[in-house]
């Protein structure tokens, strides 16, 4: 499981990235120690950065790898645990929504995301691996809501929106 995140907080011209990175387990882990691992580092995540919004990638399946729902399944709940613990608001999105939102593409690839993200980050260069980019793109999107919502400026208190992809 590699489970990538982005943080984003609000600044005069748009957002500006605080951190990004990848939370990354071994094939060769069982699960619970994977779990661990992903726990240990959305909690790091957390405290560095103290955000308002955890935003997370909504849960899909296709048929022909539900192993692979199920492990997210299983990332997701410890994801919404942690942030339930330090009383931090989630807010999942679909990953078509935030492709739509990010490219104009629901059906984007990505290296269209990865495109995207540089340019609407104003990054020097392409965010990788591609889980950031996701991460990213997820964050850009949450917080343009909750921006949007709030008129211009975030909710008071709120730092960030760091996400976590998986």
């Not at 957002?15 to 990848?22: Q, T």
């Amino acid at each position: 499981m590699a489970t990538g995140f982005g943080v984003l907080a609000s600044a005069r011209a748009g957002f500006a990235v605080l951190g990004s990175g990848v939370i990354a387990t071994r094939a060769d882990q069982p699960l619970e120690a994977r779990l661990g691992e992903i726990h240990d580092g959305v909690l790091k995540v957390i405290d560095a950065y103290e955000p308002g919004l955890l935003v997370v990638e909504d849960l899909y399946a296709e048929y022909r790898f539900p192993r692979t729902a199920l492990q997210m399944a299983h990332a997701r709940g410890v994801i919404y645990l942690v942030a339930h613990r330090r009383d931090v608001p989630v807010l999942a999105l679909a990953p078509a929504e935030v492709k739509r939102a990010v490219t104009g593409n629901g059906a984007a690839a990505k290296e269209q995301m990865q495109h995207s993200m540089q340019r609407l980050l104003a990054l020097p260069e392409l965010p990788r691996p591609s889980h950031v980019a996701d991460a990213l793109a997820l964050a850009f999107t949450g917080l343009s809501r909750s921006r949007t919502r709030a008129g211009v400026a975030p909710p008071p208190g709120h730092r960030g929106a760091p996400t976590v992809r998986l």
